[in-house]
């Protein structure tokens, strides 16, 4: 079986008993609590560092909001939703949240598990270097994780290679519940939500933001895209599914120079069969389940990711 690549030795540093036994200060002041501050990625809003927690000596990842939308109330509502969400749902495949808080300025923050390793995407670039059941077997570990979301009311609507990341020690870990949606008891959606697509004006997007978007918009599914109110759960088998396509025929179930392209596509063609595109031998059993996660309606997909999972468990060979 073929091993992924691993992360240089420096990103794992050495337990030392200095670290380990330093004392704790008397008075605990949460705003010296971290520091030596790294950004290692930029969101639209976002921004997410790495630091070192000065009272249990580790590193940590660190999101908080750009300074410009630090006080909209929105934007605050959603990263506090993000942090708990992601704390709620503890399970092998989601990455841990440790604190949720405000800086010295009164701006949220959450920290989290600092992961180590490559995304998906990464690992997809360079396709046929990979074993087919090693894929498989993250796209598994996905479905897994969301299964576990599904089963407690929350729909992670960003699934894309991207939000996948494959460490060195067989982790598989779901990323970013940014826009993750959850329901009140009664069953309407909570305030704030993300709006898709049709609000954003590329003429007013960077080349890089017009990238990003057209990579998510290649995974997302027709009722994500038409901003259905009834979404749900169903729209995360779709992008799974898409994720799967790609695996096999090595695209995206749908390619475009455009976003425009992306969109109709997704809406109004069923993409080829992997089997047609692939330039290797595709099994007829995933294409046939990887399919039917991409039926245009949700109704007509599979049920649910529980009996995907048992699916792709099965021999498909």
């Not at 337990?15 to 002041?29: A, G, Q, S, W």
Request: charged share 25%; glycine share 6%; proline share 8%.
């Amino acid at each position: 079986m073929v091993r992924f690549p691993e992360p240089p030795e420096d990103d794992y540093p050495i337990v030392y008993l200095k670290d380990t036994d330093r004392p704790l200060p008397e008075t605990i002041n949460p705003n010296t609590r971290y520091a030596y501050f790294k950004t290692i990625a930029r969101g639209g809003r976002s921004i997410i560092e790495s630091c070192k927690d000065l009272h249990l000596m580790r590193v940590v990842a660190r999101k908080s909001l750009k300074p410009e939308f630090a006080h909209n109330p929105v934007d605050q509502t959603r990263l506090i939703r993000e942090a708990r969400i992601a704390a709620m749902l503890q399970h092998p495949n989601t990455v841990p949240t440790y604190e949720l808080g405000r800086d010295n300025r009164g701006h949220c923050y959450f920290t989290m598990k600092l992961v180590h390793g490559y995304t998906f995407r990464e690992v997809l670039d360079y396709r046929e270097r990979y074993d087919l059941g090693r894929l498989m077997d993250v796209v598994i570990q996905i479905a897994h994780a969301l299964e576990y979301a599904h089963s407690h009311g929350v729909a992670h609507r960003d699934i894309k290679p991207e939000n996948i990341l494959v460490g060195p020690f067989g982790e598989v870990l779901l990323l970013d519940w940014g826009l993750a949606k959850v329901w009140n008891p009664e069953g309407s959606p909570g305030a704030g939500e993300v709006v898709e697509v049709d609000a954003l004006n590329l003429e007013d997007l960077t080349i890089t933001a017009q990238d990003k978007l057209q990579g998510t918009a290649a995974y997302m599914s027709p009722e994500q895209i038409r901003e259905d109110p009834d979404i749900d759960w169903r729209t995360d088998i779709y992008s799974l599914g898409a994720v799967i396509y790609e695996i096999l025929a090595g695209q995206p179930p749908v390619t475009g120079d455009t976003l425009q392209d992306l969109l109709t596509q997704t809406l109004d063609k069923e993409p080829r069969p992997p089997s047609q595109v692939a330039p290797w031998a595709v099994s007829s059993r995933l294409e046939e389940l990887c399919l039917l996660c991409l039926a245009k309606e949700p109704s007509e997909r599979i049920g649910n990711t529980a009996d995907l999972i048992r699916e792709l468990q099965e021999d498909w060979d």
